[in-house]
């Protein structure tokens, strides 16, 4: 990167170029400040993946009593049956205390509400780990924080193993062979197909977590061989990185026997919008091929999961998993979560929200403390998303039009983020060694962030003025507000509507934060704060100026959901995405992102990869692609009655804690069990609208 030699000078040196340089520069771009030391609680005790799981038929299996009443009663068939011929089996060795025994419920609360159950056509259940349990993907990144770096890749899940062809451009998959879905229907490779015909690449259909077909690369294909096997095909060379994105919430498949009944491409005359809503809150039993599956919902109050009883993975000993036969979801607000968790009445929190983190320390320092908490990395970050299309994405009015070719100038970018006085921002939130300036792009957890290639606009109002006027803006009428040029809008004050979510205090605090900030610059920024579903939509729409959000986890990983780094297709970028005729407009950087990042993919050589990423990470905050906030670390909570919680669980890695937990093996001993189980000694009944758990009598 551009070295500049006058960033750290005195602020004496600064005034002195000032006046020499042609435009008005005084705070050179630099560095981004150290963040303040603050180690992570605990580490992994890192393995390989053969140390976690492997697929094996055991000599015998078995249940929890209850359960084998059902069988008794000729309600369910052995369990034998209703296992896989090869089952995924977690080895003792890794589980922190070993065996578990069956009982007792987790108690999550959220601060999402449900949609309804067709995840497939974007449906969210309420996030906090829901979906999370309900889903089983080809393959599973959650666990990786314990892999070992010379081992990292993905976990076999529902692919139990595959193969590359010789000239590396084809994948084999062997699907797990005999699983069923929770209402006893087999998985195979129809419940696949299904999903990628009729959910990938039907463009009326997105998934929840918005994956497309170039999620998998440009031009990828998927065929199914047999009923267990399937075979994509790349255009490019062993393309590794894709296995991480058949991982959630990429490619995890819904059960077509269920879906395809409302499917446009199946069902004469319904409409793209009767699928998506033909599985609401109330219809339950929901089939899946997770651990638990929903039997009950009460509006803005509760969600029930009873144990699915033909769940594919055991332990050692041949218990079928889960441990817990319960998981609830008391539908509350986020920071209820960290209160119920840290006071015990609920059992696990990821602290992400630093307006908590001193209460919630405060309390779990005490003896008497129901729950654990455990920071870890710094990986929880905040950007706002300039929106970059001009060629439609959104369909914007004059005004949105005229803030998108705003958007578009570098000027412009490099001003906000001068004007960002991001050290406040962050002791806004907490102050301590919690939070620091984030420039944007790659985040520091990392092994791909590179310092040197992070480019660091600092805060200077004066700067951030000088720029906007560079980009044509000046406040003509003299009301404190900027105009745009007599030939833009007639000249009118710029206004920019700033999407946001109203479900995190977080969010809240930095969307305040960030408008008063560009008040002072002279922009008028203006508040779009909504339900977290509704500003998700009106983001995966396009219908936004600037979106302000926390970032996914491709920024702290980068090997997963490496197409996301960069609008590498269609419909992959939060702020960028193909115009009303199907192309991207895009900036000369921005392409120049999308090449690294495909060249990225495209090669394994560890070498080149790291200097592709100093690359991307110039590009991006050089060219201010995403405006970085503020960066923090977050704590696990967890109540202490819960044994085979993995050590050093970061909140948020290759997923959230809520996969990286492995929930299926938790449990509670039995001199430690509560009674808070809602529908104990039942399971899923039959799939339907008002249907609940059944009991074994
Ligand atoms: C929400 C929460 C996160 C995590 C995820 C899981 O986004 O804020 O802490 O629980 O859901 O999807």
Redesign the pocket.
């Known amino acids: 990167m551009k070295r500049h030699t006058f960033a750290l000078g005195g602020a004496g040196l600064m005034l002195g170029i000032s006046l020499i340089a042609a435009q008005a520069q005084t705070v050179a771009p630099t560095t981004p400040p150290a963040p303040p030391q603050f180690d992570a609680q605990q580490t992994p005790t890192f393995v390989g993946i053969a140390d976690i799981l492997e697929f094996k038929a055991l000599p015998e299996y078995h249940e929890p009593d209850y359960v084998r009443a059902f069988v008794d009663a000729g309600k369910l068939p052995p369990v034998a049956e209703r296992l896989p011929k090869e089952p995924l089996v977690y080895k003792t060795g890794n589980m922190p205390d070993g065996t578990g025994v069956y009982g007792d419920v987790i108690r999550h609360v959220?601060?999402?509400r449900p949609e309804g159950w067709n995840y497939s056509a974007g449906q969210t259940q309420g996030?906090?780990?829901i979906?999370?349990g309900l889903s089983e993907c080809l393959t599973r990144t959650g666990p990786l924080f314990q892999v070992k770096a010379e081992e990292l890749a993905p976990l076999p899940n529902l692919a139990k193993s595959w193969e590359w062809s010789e000239d590396g451009h084809e994948l084999t998959m062997h699907l797990i062979e005999g699983a069923k879905w929770s209402d006893g229907d087999p998985f195979d490779a129809e419940d696949i197909m299904f999903y990628w015909n009729d959910v990938l690449i039907d463009p009326q259909v997105t998934p929840l977590n918005g994956a497309s077909p170039e999620t998998f690369g440009e031009g990828t294909t998927l065929e199914q061989v047999d009923a267990y096997t399937i075979k994509w095909t790349f255009k490019e060379v062993r393309p590794t990185q894709y296995l991480y994105s058949m991982a959630y919430g990429n490619f995890c498949p819904g059960p077509s026997h269920i879906l395809k009944a409302e499917h446009p491409a199946y069902k004469d005359g319904a409409t793209y919008d009767q699928f998506k809503n033909a599985f609401p809150p109330e219809y339950l039993n929901m089939p899946t091929m997770g651990g638990w599956a929903p039997v009950e919902y009460r509006a803005d109050d509760i969600i029930v999961l009873r144990r699915n009883p033909y769940y594919w993975k055991v332990d050692e000993n041949g218990n079928q998993l889960p441990y817990l036969d319960e998981m609830q979801y008391r539908l509350s607000t986020?920071a209820d979560r960290d209160v119920q968790a840290v006071a015990g009445s609920g059992d696990l929190?990821?602290l992400?929200q630093p307006e908590s983190f001193v209460e919630a320390l405060r309390r779990s320092a005490e003896d008497s403390a129901p729950a654990r908490l455990a920071f870890g990395a710094r990986t929880i970050s905040y950007s706002i998303y300039p929106n970059l299309s001009a060629n439609g994405w959104g369909e914007p009015d004059a005004r949105g039009q005229a803030v998108r070719e705003l958007n578009r100038n570098l000027d412009f970018r490099k001003a906000i983020s001068y004007a960002l006085d991001r050290q406040s921002l962050g002791e806004a939130l907490v102050r301590g060694p919690f939070t620091s300036p984030y420039a944007g792009g790659l985040m520091v957890p990392t092994s791909y962030y590179d310092d040197a290639s992070t480019v660091y606009y600092p805060y200077s109002l004066e700067d951030a003025k000088a720029l906007l006027e560079q980009a044509g803006l000046v406040d003509t009428d003299g009301n404190g507000f900027v105009n745009f040029p007599a030939d833009v809008q007639g000249g009118a004050d710029v206004e920019i509507t700033m999407l946001s979510t109203i479900d995190?205090q977080t969010d809240k605090s930095l969307a305040e934060g960030v408008i008063a900030q560009m008040e002072r610059l002279g922009l008028r920024v203006i508040s779009q704060s909504q339900a977290g579903n509704q500003r998700d939509a009106n983001e995966q729409a396009g219908k936004f100026d600037w979106t302000l959000r926390?970032n996914d986890s491709e920024l702290i990983t980068v090997v997963q959901n490496t197409q996301n780094l960069a609008p590498t297709g269609p419909q992959i970028s939060r702020g960028h995405r193909a115009g009303t005729d199907g192309t991207q407009d895009l900036l000369p950087f921005e392409q120049e992102m999308v090449d690294t990042v495909n060249a990225f993919v495209g090669t394994a050589d560890p070498a080149e990869r790291i200097e592709l990423m100093k690359t991307y990470q110039h590009l991006f905050t050089e060219n201010v692609y995403g405006i970085g906030l503020t960066q923090y670390p977050?704590a696990l909570i967890i109540n202490k009655r819960f044994a085979n919680v993995p050590a050093g669980t970061p909140?948020?890695q290759f997923n959230?804690?809520?996969d990286g937990l492995i929930r299926e093996r938790l449990y509670v001993p039995e001199d430690a069990q509560t009674t808070n189980e809602l529908h104990p000694d039942t399971l899923p009944g039959a799939p339907g609208k008002g249907n609940g758990p059944i009991a074994s009598n």
């Open positions: 959220i601060g999402g996030w906090g780990g979906d999370i986020w929190s990821n992400e995190y926390r977050g909140i948020l959230w804690a809520e």
